[in-house]
């Protein structure tokens, strides 16, 4: 991926539209021991990069009562992922959980167990339920929707979903690019048969917004609230609807648990009641709840954020390489970097600049912060090419903004977990990789253009959405692409001095001294605050030509990784055996070889 911009304009652009956006850089410790660096493996150029990683703590319960343990130390943990946990909750609370439809039974069994022993009573539900759908009825969707994917070029299918759930009138992008290059259409579209005809006087749908494509994968579903996606008109907020239902007959709940990431929108679906909220519920799996992220110490977690963000306000400039060709520059003003110190924060996805599944390897280039050539990418690359000559889009000035065009440099958002991995269901399911973007250094890049809200109220933008329904132009951005490896860095005004904030994809404030001495507190900090899960990408990582073995098909190499990791056969899995990791009081003593975590017919 290669992104070059001139992004001194861009950035004052994206100001404008009230984006929210962030950099940031934390003080490393240069004296962070060996034992907590992964150890490293010479790649491109003869750089050095830290070596592949597989958390070698999964393994397959056989029953509710090997998961009791991770679910009484999880629903005792008050910090959670863009929330808090549910260790805020009090003994006589009474409290909704609305799991994804796949959720793991015995995984649900044990919280709601857990729950319980706290005296806490729990009303679960399910986000078909909440919908107002049945089960069956979601199941038949999402198949029909997966007709023909290729779950190993999945990220392919974000451009599928971005022209289906984006357009008010999904029938006329789909139609145009049809008539360009029927081979890509055929490709993105591969369950559809039969003529694509536009009707402009067609009852519209009202585009979901960006989860709805997914964050990375092909999906049939919202990424973030789990509600079921259809070119047939269902609203995105119909699960926050049922949700506010539930809450006002139901007043003895104190909130609600819900969705798998995005907390910004998921609370705004419940307004007025958004302080209902508590916190997203992603830890309806296995491999989830035996992870170290349903346990991990929340001020520690937030403490490495805020020394990441910390000198944000005294940055001019930002810079990013990494060795698959990414090379990205910006100038900032004094005003743009106050205004990105101010709305920086998002925990666990931490927006780095002003302002997924796998596809073949692309290059874009940005001129002016707008996108200027379009190489690689396979399908999915083919039709952005096309898409950003189209232009419907390019002469359409949005509102809150100065200047025609939709194809900006949206965002940068910087994952923050250590603990965080690639999970294993949604890869092996539908080939979605969202929750790449959460673990630290992984950085999370979208495309295009989005306004959340109008100055007036912390409600959806009725401007942005009327715009889009009048005009039939999307409604969001999309097109995200993960970067692994990164070197971030930024310069000091006034200093003329550059701190590196990721380092080869670390994030360095995990080695800051005030997060060691915090972390100490708990464990080995060694441990706590070096990455459990790293990719293995060969020519960067590990044996291989990144562009002979990697690049063309990253899908294939990743699901063959994945199949030793869950197979007990992998060479890297971490800590390694015999290891001893002081957590809490107790050493937890881990296998070389764990065997999969399979429970409820999921993998």
Known sequence: MKLASNAVRLASVLFLTAIIVAAACGRADKGRTESASAATRAGANGEKYPEPRWPSYFKPPKSVDDLMDAARSFVRNQSGLQGKGMGILQPGDQVLIVANNDADPMVLDAIKRALGERKITPHMKFVYEMAGETREAADARIARREKGHDITKAGIYQASQWIETQFPNPAEPKAWLKARRPDVYKELFPGETGEVKYDPNAPKQRPRGEAAGGAGGPGGEDADTGAATSTDYRSRNAVGEGIKKYLTAHPEVRGVFWGQGGSTGLRRQLYPMSDK?????????VYTLQSQMSTYPGDVWQLAEE???????????????????????????????????????????????????????????????????????????????????????????????????FWYLYEIAFGSHPKAFRHPIPLLKTGNTSPDRVRSGVIHWGLG???????????????????????????????????????????????????????????????????????????????????????????????????????????????????????????????????????????????????????????
Do not use: C
């Open 277 to 285: 909220f508590l916190g997203t519920f992603v830890t309806d799996n």
């Open 307 to 405: 020394q990441l963000l910390e000198p944000l306000v005294f940055v001019d400039r930002m810079e990013a390489k990494d060795p698959e060709g990414l090379d990205v520059w910006a100038d900032i003003t004094d005003e743009m970097a106050q205004r990105w110190a101010a709305g920086a924060y998002q925990r666990g996805h931490l927006y780095m600049f002003p302002n997924q599944g796998f596809f073949p390897r692309w290059e874009i280039t940005f001129t002016n912060g707008f996108i200027s050539d379009v190489k690689g990418g396979g399908a999915q690359g083919e039709a952005l090419k096309e898409f950003v000559k189209w232009d419907k889009l390019n002469n359409m000035t949005y509102p809150y903004h100065n200047q025609p065009g």
């Open 449 to 603: 253009i989005r306004l959340w809200h109008d100055p007036d109220a912390p409600t959806e933008s009725k401007v942005w959405r009327d715009f889009s329904e009048k005009n039939n132009v999307p409604f969001d951005h999309g097109w995200h692409t993960h970067t692994y490896f990164t070197t971030y860095r930024l310069r000091l005004r006034n200093a003329n001095k550059w701190v590196n904030v990721l380092e080869k994809g670390h994030m360095t404030s995990l080695d800051n001294p005030e997060v060691r001495a915090l972390a100490s507190r708990y464990g080995d900090p060694n441990y706590l605050l070096t990455e459990d899960w790293i990719p293995e990408v060969p020519g960067i990582n590990a044996a291989g030509d990144y562009l002979k073995d990697y690049a063309p098909a990253p899908g294939d190499y990743a699901f063959k990784v994945m199949e030793k990791a869950n197979a007990g056969t992998y060479d890297h899995y971490f800590p390694g055996a015999g290891a001893q990791i002081t957590y809490g009081q107790q050493p937890a003593k881990t296998n070389a070889k764990p065997g999969a975590a399979r429970t409820g017919g999921q993998h």
